[in-house]
T-cell receptor, first 112, second 114 residues
């Protein structure tokens, strides 16, 4: 089993749709969780950190479910510019060290 | 401008010819890290450094070396490159450790080993 798993997609949705991605992680001791966005073979950029209580940033909502060991990203009112690959990132151990595990990414295509 | 600078952007080399990919950040970040990205595998961590003279292995360190002699630079060294090291490489930095801190990535280095 991969340490961090994502459905690679692609998810093809029309503009204005709501879309949700899940990401599961295997290490129950992981403490830090993030969503990054990557445009075609460019550098990843932080979309949002994921907090225990869940958090929202405009059209984006992130949730953490520790019991089931997954995090989710919800995008409301999809825009064409949201088309990208979304990377789930989890720290690899319980301490605040530098080991990070990336999921393989979920590709989103928003169509007019 | 705050940034992470990687060089070169593209590199084609032959098996066994030593090469270095440079990475420099101007944000006084303590943490720096190298990743490779391959289709279907996502980004995998090669090495990371929590501070000067402190480096640790990530998930795929074999065939790579790093050094952190000064805070701003974290070069990736391939002593004897092989075709399976053909990949897209990213360097990243953050202020200190992981926590909930943002990683800043360089623009990437596309390496082809023939």
């Amino acid at each position: 089993r991969k340490e961090v798993e994502q459905d690679p997609g692609p998810f093809n949705v029309p503009e204005g749709a709501t879309v949700a991605f899940n990401c599961t992680y295997s290490n129950s001791a992981s403490q830090s969780f993030f969503w990054y966005r990557q445009d075609c073979r460019k550098e990843p950029k932080l979309l949002m950190s994921v907090y225990s209580s869940g958090n929202e940033d405009g059209r984006f909502t992130a949730q953490l479910n520790r019991a089931s060991q997954y995090i989710s990203l919800l995008i409301r009112d999809s825009k064409l510019s949201d088309s990208a690959t979304y990377l789930c990132v989890v720290n690899g151990d319980s301490s605040n060290t530098g080991k990070l595990i990336f999921g393989q990414g979920t590709t989103l295509q928003v169509k007019p | 401008e705050a940034q992470v600078t990687q060089n070169p952007r593209y590199l084609i080399t032959v098996t066994g010819k030593k090469l270095t990919v440079t990475c420099s950040q101007n944000m006084n970040h303590e943490y720096m890290s190298w990743y490779r990205q391959d289709p279907g595998l996502g980004l995998r961590q090669i090495y990371y450094s929590m501070n000067v003279e402190v480096t640790d292995k990530g998930d795929v360190p074999e065939g790579y070396k790093v050094s952190r002699k000064e805070k701003r630079n974290f070069p990736l060294i391939l002593e004897s490159p092989s075709p399976n090291q053909t990949s897209l490489y990213f360097c990243a930095s953050s202020l200190a450790g992981i926590g909930n801190e943002k990683l800043f990535f360089g623009s990437g280095t596309q390496l082809s080993v023939l």
